[in-house]
């Protein structure tokens, strides 16, 4: 079990994963536009995969460290990253339009309201039921009622919602599985993180560029677009998830996963700056209540632990 230092260095760098996060539905929607969606994809993946990989050979002198990976970890984390992968690419880059792109985008974040509850349920962690029943409500409206701000109101996005596009579904699906994907990799240490993940990449970008070959033909992206997706490359994809990584092996995980609903604000945001969709009074109000929601469902957990600690005391 890790102690308590190094719990907080890994849950701040959970932290920083999820402000560089925040860049990630516009900037791949800006890199999707000018690659097409499944090359962009697989441009982005297969490069922040090799960046990775090569940084872990390094670091180890060669490649001996794919013989100290757990297996098991493999064959239950890597289909689920790739699904997300596909799910949350699809959601942004198959979007008719950018507004729908950016609600698609956000519909995925209903994974730091999941991974509380993967946390209960494949962690055995045993929180007060009504503040984080409460809490995980509070926020889903806060990011719903943040979503209304890109899809014209609150009124046109519950006319949205009775018409789900694929783009929503895709979003959704993404978002189990990233919450899923996050309580795995806590089930099972990693010897070598930056490993693992760098495989997971390469199999995820590689699966895209299957999927998107007749695309490729079709690419038209000018400079701007490049140093995009050497972004997305390098920052939103290799750095942020390799420390999620090791936050998810050392970290609080209830504690980030109640923080992380604070990413469809923050994202929301940029991606108005960037895709030049206007300001709204419902992102102040759902950011509110997204904040709002994050401590309320920490409570819930911390207030158990605190009972724990009272009772063993005495």
Same mark, same amino acid.
Request: net charge positive; hydrophobic share 55%.
């Given at each position: 079990?890790?102690?308590?230092?190094?719990?907080?260095?890994?849950?701040?760098?959970?932290?920083?994963?999820?402000?560089?996060?925040?860049?990630?539905?516009?900037?791949?929607?800006?890199?999707?536009?000018?690659?097409?969606?499944?090359?962009?994809?697989?441009?982005?993946?297969? #490069? +922040?995969? =090799?960046? !990775?990989? %090569? &940084?872990?050979? @390094?670091?180890?002198? *060669?490649? /001996?460290?794919?013989?100290?990976?757990?297996?098991?970890?493999?064959?239950?984390?890597?289909?689920?990253?790739?699904?997300?992968?596909?799910?949350?690419?699809?959601?942004?880059?198959?979007?008719?339009?950018?507004?729908?792109?950016?609600?698609?985008?956000?519909?995925?974040?209903?994974?730091?309201?999941?991974?509380?509850?993967?946390?209960?349920?494949?962690?055995?962690?045993?929180?007060? #039921? +009504?503040? =984080?029943? !409460?809490? %995980? &409500?509070?926020? @889903?409206?806060?990011? *719903?009622? /943040?979503?209304?701000?890109?899809?014209?109101?609150?009124?046109?996005?519950?006319?949205?919602?009775?018409?789900?596009?694929?783009?929503?579904?895709?979003?959704?699906?993404?978002?189990?599985?990233?919450?899923?994907?996050?309580?795995?990799?806590?089930?099972?240490?990693?010897?070598?993180?930056?490993?693992?993940?760098?495989?997971?990449?390469?199999?995820?970008?590689?699966?895209?560029?299957?999927?998107?070959?007749?695309?490729?033909?079709?690419?038209?992206?000018?400079?701007?677009?490049?140093?995009?997706?050497?972004?997305?490359?390098?920052?939103?994809?290799?750095?942020?998830?390799?420390?999620?990584?090791?936050?998810?092996?050392?970290?609080?995980?209830?504690?980030?996963?109640?923080?992380?609903?604070?990413?469809?604000?923050?994202?929301?945001?940029?991606?108005?700056?960037?895709?030049?969709?206007?300001?709204?009074?419902?992102?102040?109000?759902?950011?509110?209540?997204?904040?709002?929601?994050?401590?309320?469902?920490?409570?819930?957990?911390?207030?158990?632990?605190?009972?724990?600690?009272?009772?063993?005391?005495?």
């Amino acid at each position: 079990m890790p102690n308590e230092g190094s719990s907080r260095r890994a849950t701040s760098l959970g932290l920083v994963s999820i402000l560089i996060w925040s860049t990630t539905v516009a900037t791949s929607r800006l890199v999707m536009e000018g690659f097409g969606v499944f090359p962009g994809a697989a441009v982005v993946l297969l #490069a +922040a995969g =090799l960046i !990775l990989f %090569s &940084a872990t050979c @390094l670091r180890y002198r *060669g490649a /001996g460290w794919i013989r100290r990976l757990s297996l098991p970890h493999l064959v239950r984390a890597g289909p689920v990253f790739v699904v997300y992968m596909l799910s949350m690419y699809g959601a942004v880059g198959l979007a008719r339009t950018r507004v729908e792109g950016i609600v698609g985008g956000l519909a995925n974040y209903i994974w730091p309201t999941l991974i509380l509850v993967f946390s209960v349920l494949l962690l055995r962690a045993r929180p007060r #039921a +009504a503040p =984080l029943v !409460l809490g %995980s &409500a509070l926020a @889903l409206v806060g990011i *719903g009622i /943040g979503a209304s701000a890109n899809a014209g109101g609150i009124a046109q996005l519950a006319a949205a919602l009775r018409n789900p596009t694929l783009s929503l579904g895709l979003g959704l699906v993404a978002g189990v599985a990233w919450g899923l994907y996050s309580v795995l990799g806590r089930l099972r240490r990693q010897a070598v993180p930056s490993g693992a993940l760098s495989l997971f990449l390469l199999t995820a970008g590689a699966v895209m560029a299957v999927i998107g070959v007749r695309e490729w033909g079709r690419i038209d992206a000018d400079l701007a677009t490049v140093l995009v997706a050497v972004y997305m490359a390098c920052l939103p994809t290799s750095l942020a998830y390799w420390l999620w990584d090791l936050a998810m092996k050392d970290g609080d995980v209830p504690a980030l996963g109640a923080a992380s609903n604070l990413i469809p604000i923050l994202s929301a945001s940029l991606a108005i700056a960037l895709l030049g969709v206007g300001w709204r009074w419902e992102l102040i109000l759902g950011a509110g209540l997204v904040s709002l929601g994050a401590a309320v469902a920490r409570w819930a957990f911390r207030e158990r632990r605190a009972s724990r600690g009272n009772v063993e005391s005495t």
